[in-house]
């Protein structure tokens, strides 16, 4: 039985982590951190888990981080989370991050986009946790950087084209909307109800998304060149989901058969990506509270574009469900041990 940890466990991204642990066969949970909540029943702060969590919140340099536990989740803010992070990772505890703190590869570029890099040795360490690309890496890894929510919903969709040289590769325009558990739940006017009921609004537009730099860069490494993405995400009116619909120039002469086979053949064999048949498109409902990712694609022939679009739960595949996924990988766990199961309806 892992004794697993969790750091930062009041947010959304805590609260999905807790509920896919609380019930995993293999996992026990000895510790939960939250600054605003120590001492609190977690219970308390989530009703959901009453019979489910009997543990109260300690704070995120509590010693059970560093010598109770197998593996330490980390759902601190940027910034916060690589302080907390070092120091477990140099105690030898292995660690799985969700913030942003080591998925890009350059400190300068992270610095760039978000603040100075306090632990820049430590990235050459840590590995995108995306399992479709990098299983073999992160099954050995001390560190795993959990991929965004709106990266692996892009990375995925267009990994196939990519790998398999079908289109035209400075062509890629992302169009993106996502629910509103993606912006946490710390207070703000911009995710009140009054402000986003009845409302649709892209936000960060113009390249200035922090998202921008990890699709760029691991869209890159699959091709082999410098990629740059044209991006706009958007804001939803509901709880969750990420619908990614992704345009793109197709190879002079790739066809129709060809693209489908790219896909079938890279994910014939993964358990988390579902390829929608002839026809249809997916939806965000089709994934909620799960750890799928739907891709759906069609050449359009009038325009000469390729459109592709893939759906995802922010807040489980986008984040917690893929979280845990790498720590079954890490562990020699099966993969699929505590997420295989059919999203929730309606």
């Known amino acids: 039985m892992l004794k697993v940890g969790v750091l930062g466990g009041s947010g959304y991204t805590g609260f999905e982590l807790i509920r896919l642990l609380a019930t995993h066969p293999e996992v026990k949970i000895v510790a939960v951190s939250s600054r605003a909540q120590e001492e609190s029943a977690v219970s308390e702060h989530y009703p959901a888990f009453r019979k489910f969590v009997d543990l109260r919140y300690v704070l995120p340099d509590d010693p059970v981080f560093e010598k109770g ?21 140099e105690k030898g505890v292995r660690v799985i991050d969700l913030s942003a703190d080591f998925r890009i590869r350059d400190a300068a570029v992270y610095e760039q986009w978000y603040e100075p890099h306090t632990s820049p040795d430590l990235l050459k360490d840590a590995v995108y946790g995306l399992p479709e690309l990098y299983r073999r890496e992160i099954a050995s890894a001390r560190l795993v950087a959990n991929p965004g929510c709106y990266p692996t919903s892009i990375i995925l969709a267009l990994a196939p084209l990519l790998k398999n040289r079908l289109i035209e590769e400075d062509s890629i325009i992302i169009d993106s909307k996502s629910g509103v558990t993606g912006a946490g739940r710390g207070l703000s006017l911009t995710t009140h109800f009054c402000e986003v009921n009845e409302g649709f609004k892209a936000y960060k537009v113009g390249g200035v998304h922090r998202h921008i730099p990890e699709i760029e860069q691991e869209l890159s490494l699959i091709s082999g060149k410098e990629i740059r993405v044209t991006f706009t995400p958007h804001l939803v009116p509901m709880s969750r989901g990420i619908l990614s619909t992704l345009y793109v120039v197709p190879r002079e002469g790739v066809k129709a ?87 929730w309806q309606p």
């Open 69 to 89: 536990v197998d593996v330490v989740f980390s759902a601190l803010p940027h910034g916060a989370s690589m302080k907390a992070v070092s120091g477990l990772v």
């Open 257 to 343: 058969g060809e693209i489908d086979e790219a896909y079938r053949t890279m994910y014939a064999d993964e358990p988390f990506v579902r390829l929608v048949g002839s026809g249809e498109m997916p939806s965000t409902l089709q994934v909620r509270g799960s750890n799928f990712c739907d891709i759906g694609w069609k050449l359009d022939g009038r325009s000469g574009r390729l459109i592709v679009v893939s759906a995802i739960d922010n807040l489980t595949r986008g984040a917690s469900g893929q979280a845990v996924c790498n720590m079954n990988i890490m562990f020699g766990i099966p993969e699929t041990t505590g997420l295989f199961y059919v999203p």
